[in-house]
């Protein structure tokens, strides 16, 4: 429930309270006098004054203290005048009633006092409560903030449900403050940033109820830590624009000190991640360049020794020998052309400067490009290629989708027995084009089924296997820029599936002839 707070106004609507108030004092007073002239008959004057005594205790809960002591004062007269002898006269013949005058005013006044009394105690401890109720609420919903987005909306949504109010959150940014945020009916007249400029340099709360800037109707808390300044909470009451800040001193300091705590848990959080993020880059740079300078070093050394071997003992070398050595350099020379071309198509992606041409393709024809690039790794390997009967055409950049093909082959190739199949499939339907390669390797563990295509990312691998982790990753990126996506799964009986799927409006499927 909102936090309200009860304080002295003078403005007409307070007066008009103020007159009724007065006025149910004398009708609870005429009632009682009504009330005892029906039963006189039957009770004696003193057993009356009990009537008037239940008036003022009315009077006290109802109305409060000073409406109370005048019920008093307008009993002890209507009883005098109107059932103490003579009647009808303010004169008493009976000394004794101005005891029961006196104590009738007497236990009034006493009896309004300790309502009075009791019922400020059970306003503040209300007060008290809906204070706590209000920090509580504001510290769950600060515990479950986890940026400082989510921290200032908790912060300004706290204060327009606890306060009834209007606010703004300043946060310093190199030592000036800007809006982080605000209620939707704030109004920023260019006095808020003015005072809330001078609240956080000197740390001080500014504004209505304190001793800077009082005129205003606005008020200004610095939330700090450790005398460190963080920002300025703006509020502006909508229903009593004369709240003083005395009677709410103690909710708003508290308010501002959560949310400080909350700022800096949040800040710190923030740095912890950071340097994380940051010794995580590090690794990762330190292990791509241990990786590029194995990938690029083992061909070199490998076609070093091959020309060293032919420069210098090339006249002992027969025929065979000498073309052995050749395709062997041919081969690492091919190796190290491919890495290197990977790496450049990962900068391209990265840089979105890969442009894609568009057109029908034959499908057959990229399996075909694909297999002709790889047939010397191939060497004596089975594959299988499933086309549908006919023509598949198929809306892709022919090049990029061979290269995609080329790399998924090449890592069946790496990760399966050499005397092992490797299976090609390609479908369509009416929304996509399907293109599979599988193998009958290991397969690879289901948590890495999605990490295998991010950048550098590589499962434990046969001794021997070389390679970075950006073949996947470069494959991703083109099947992306197509409009579709990769998936691996691991097939029934052991192996690795990987399935290119391709969004299609123009696919065709024409008899062959």
């Not at 004057?45 to 009990?50: A, E, G, Q, S």
């Not at 021997?464 to 799964?489: D, F, M, P, Q, Y």
């Not at 052991?494 to 065709?508: N, S, W």
Request: charged share 20%; hydrophobic share 45%; aromatic share 8%.
């Amino acid at each position: 429930m909102p936090f309200k707070f009860h304080t002295e106004s003078f403005s007409p609507g307070h007066r008009m309270r103020l007159a009724v108030s007065y006025i149910f004092a004398l009708i609870l007073t005429l009632t009682a006098t009504l009330f005892c002239a029906a039963i006189r008959p039957y009770v004696s004057p003193t057993n009356m004054v009990m009537v008037y005594l239940v008036t003022v205790v009315m009077a006290s809960l109802w109305l409060g203290q000073k409406q109370a002591i005048l019920t008093a004062f307008l009993g002890v007269l209507a009883f005098d005048y109107f059932f103490v002898p003579p009647r009808l006269t303010f004169s008493v013949a009976d000394k004794e009633y101005l005891i029961t005058f006196l104590g009738l005013f007497g236990v009034g006044v006493i009896i309004s006092t300790l309502v009075a009394k009791v019922q400020d105690r059970a306003e503040k401890l209300k007060e008290r409560e809906a204070e706590t109720a209000s920090l509580y609420r504001l510290s769950k919903d600060l515990a479950v903030a986890a940026d400082i987005q989510s921290v200032v909306f908790s912060i300004v949504k706290n204060v327009e449900i606890s306060l009834e109010a209007s606010a703004v959150l300043f946060l310093a940014d190199e030592g000036e403050l800007v809006i982080a945020d605000s209620s939707k009916d704030w109004n920023d007249d260019g006095e808020a940033e003015k005072i809330a400029q001078w609240s956080f340099k000197s740390m001080r709360p500014a504004g209505g109820g304190t001793s800077a800037f009082h005129s205003s109707k606005m008020l200004f808390m610095p939330i700090q830590l450790l005398g460190t300044p963080l920002g300025v909470l703006g509020i502006s009451f909508r229903s009593d624009p004369n709240i003083r800040y005395e009677k709410m001193r103690h909710l708003l300091e508290s308010f501002c000190t959560q949310s400080a705590l909350s700022l800096e848990r949040v800040r710190l959080s923030q740095q912890a991640e950071d340097a994380q993020i940051l010794q995580a880059r590090e690794n990762l740079e330190q292990a791509l360049l241990n990786s590029v300078s194995h990938d690029l070093r083992t061909p070199l050394v490998t076609i070093t020794g091959v020309l060293g071997e032919i420069r210098d003992n090339g006249y002992q070398l027969d025929d065979k020998d000498k073309q052995d050595l050749v395709d062997t350099a041919w081969e690492e020379a091919g190796r190290l052309n491919r890495f290197v071309g990977n790496l450049l198509d990962m900068t391209r992606l990265e840089a979105g400067e890969m442009r894609l041409k568009l057109e029908l393709c034959d499908v057959q024809d990229l399996v075909g490009c694909a297999l002709a690039a790889v047939g010397q790794r191939l060497g004596t390997r089975v594959v299988n290629v499933q086309l549908p009967p006919g023509i598949l055409l198929a809306r892709m950049d022919l090049v990029l989708m061979t290269q995609v093909l080329v790399n998924l082959i090449d890592n069946a190739l790496k990760y399966s027995p050499a005397e092992s199949t490797i299976d090609i499939a390609a479908y369509s339907d009416d929304r996509q084009l399907t293109i599979e390669v599988a193998d009958r390797g290991p397969g690879i563990p289901v948590q890495d089924l999605t990490r295998i295509f991010d950048k550098f990312h590589r499962i434990s691998v046969p001794e021997g296997v070389s390679g970075t982790g950006l073949g996947l990753s470069i494959c991703r990126g083109i099947v992306e820029a197509h409009g579709g996506k990769i998936i691996a799964e691991n097939r029934i009986g052991g192996g690795l599936l990987l399935k290119v799927q391709l969004p299609q409006k123009e696919a065709q499927n024409v008899k062959r002839r």
